[in-house]
């Protein structure tokens, strides 16, 4: 559910009408609803309130100030994948110990910036990484919380560009070596081992791999504290997908998601930390355009919006579907006919829709993006010198541009010209 929703013939978001800040901002741009943002986040909240717990949102999916804000004023922690991601989160506000660090590559100046500032903890992704940390801890003199990424060997059954959990993916430590690699863990100085981690992928619209890779974690963690470790933590990563089309199968909610954590990893008495991204911004925002031009081509008409594959990187790089509304409701039982919807960018590739059935469209008209909220304005960038993307979020009646467009003398004065030209 979101709050995009028509009104007396028009898209609004929350209490504006969307046309209004299209008017203002110009387009296109990202619209984000606070309502949506808190009401996600509350829905994972809940359904965990079984038990000890913190949601951390997935500031990959989007990290822009005001959306962590708004997420950090409810109780959220984050989960970051990078030193800016880290320096973004605590610029809003969250406090080093509801952050966790997650990630394959993390460089020394990461960990030591995250031990600096205060860490929840790190997800180890591997022994080389555990040890770098061991090193690193120990030369600052402090003792650095860790949990062991686990790579379970489960299908997440998604887009194989973001599945995470099987071994031939570079996520994690292969769950067979997980007992050296805790017993690694406990002779090192400088690490404090506080439990496990685990994430097998993105967009997953079944609990069924959830579960399985969760009894291999519970199943874990009974091995590992009887080995003597100190189990207190599980984090269970994020994955759970959102419905991208009105009309297919709805994946599973979040009350269904927290009743199977209590199911499977519940009898363990251990805090339980989630990490969800798409599901907590995905519906949360829209993408808003404006059509330049209606081509006709041969056997095919084209749909040229102000949008491009630079600003949403999505269909181009997953073959993602977004569904695509007029701004002004189309009127019932209206003829639809099928376009190819592109953008401006020189490449083939940056086409959002091929076929889709539109109500009528012509140049002049605004057309949104759904379900874009997620990985839309972190992918974006300024291909074909297009000013990046800018961002809006509303709450109620009010709206505020949280991301300004550059202008192009912006865009151009970030590059320097060497002395000797
Ligand atoms: C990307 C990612 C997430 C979030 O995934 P969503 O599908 O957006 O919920 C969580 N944890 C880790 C480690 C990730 O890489």
């Known amino acids: 559910m979101d709050h995009f929703i028509y009104r007396g013939g028009q898209l609004w978001a929350e209490d504006v009408p969307v046309a209004e800040i299209a008017e203002q901002v110009g387009?296109?741009?990202?619209?984000?609803?606070?309502?949506?943002?808190?009401?996600?986040f509350r829905l994972f909240d809940e359904a965990l309130a079984w038990g000890p717990h913190?949601?951390?949102?997935?500031?990959?999916a989007a990290s822009n100030q005001a959306i962590l804000k708004t997420l950090a004023e409810e109780g959220a922690g984050m989960?970051?994948?990078?030193?800016?991601?880290?320096?973004?989160?605590?610029?809003?506000?969250?406090?080093g110990e509801r952050i966790v660090f997650s990630g394959v590559g993390k460089t020394e100046g990461e960990i030591r910036a995250a031990l600096d500032g205060g860490i929840r903890q790190f997800n180890v992704e591997?022994?080389?990484?555990?040890?770098?940390?061991?090193?690193?801890?120990?030369?600052?003199g402090v003792e650095a919380p860790i949990a062991l990424r686990v790579n379970p060997d489960v299908d997440a059954?998604?887009?194989?560009?973001?599945?995470?959990g099987k071994s031939e993916n570079k996520f994690g430590i292969p769950i067979a070596k997980a007992r050296a690699a805790y017993a690694e863990a406990a002779s090192l100085p400088g690490l404090k081992v506080v439990g496990i981690d685990v994430h097998i992928g993105s967009q997953l619209t079944q609990l069924e791999p959830f579960e399985q890779a969760y009894r291999k974690v519970a199943e874990l963690t009974e091995v590992l504290r009887a080995d003597g470790h100190e189990i207190t933590r599980l984090d269970l990563g994020g994955g759970l997908g959102i419905p991208y089309t009105r009309s297919n199968e709805a994946p599973p909610l979040p009350?269904?998601?927290?009743?199977?954590?209590?199911?499977?990893?519940?009898?363990?008495?251990?805090?339980?930390?989630?990490?969800?991204?798409?599901?907590?911004?995905?519906?949360?925002?829209?993408?808003?355009?404006r059509a330049i031009y209606v081509k006709e081509g041969e056997g095919r008409n084209f749909l040229i919006l102000d949008?491009?594959?630079?600003?949403?990187?999505r269909p181009a790089m997953y073959e993602a579907h977004h569904d695509i509304v007029p701004l002004i409701e189309a009127a019932p039982g209206v003829e639809m006919a099928p376009f190819d919807v592109v953008g401006p960018v020189c490449e083939s590739g940056d086409t959002f829709a091929k076929g889709r059935d539109l109500p009528p469209v012509k140049a002049g008209d605004l057309v949104a993006f759904r379900s874009a909220g997620a990985y839309g304005a972190v992918m974006a960038s300024e291909y074909n010198s297009r000013p990046l993307v800018p961002e809006v979020l509303v709450r109620a009646d009010?709206?505020?541009?949280?991301?300004?467009?550059?202008?192009?003398?912006?865009?151009?004065?970030?590059?320097?010209i060497p002395a000797w030209l």
């Open 126 to 140: 591997s022994e080389p990484e555990m040890r770098a940390i061991s090193r690193i801890a120990t030369a600052l």
């Open 307 to 313: 949008a491009a594959m630079n600003d949403l990187l």
């Open 79 to 95: 989960d970051v994948v990078s030193g800016g991601e880290y320096a973004r989160a605590r610029a809003a506000g969250v406090p």
């Open 398 to 416: 009010q709206f505020s541009v949280i991301r300004a467009r550059p202008t192009f003398d912006e865009m151009i004065n970030r590059d320097t």
């Open 157 to 164: 059954k998604t887009h194989a560009k973001i599945a995470t």
């Open 54 to 60: 913190l949601v951390c949102y997935a500031m990959k």
């Open 27 to 40: 387009t296109p741009f990202y619209l984000y609803s606070t309502a949506t943002l808190v009401r996600h």
């Open 255 to 289: 009350t269904d998601y927290g009743a199977m954590v209590q199911r499977t990893v519940g009898h363990l008495g251990c805090e339980i930390e989630i990490e969800p991204g798409r599901l907590i911004v995905g519906n949360a925002g829209i993408l808003v355009s």
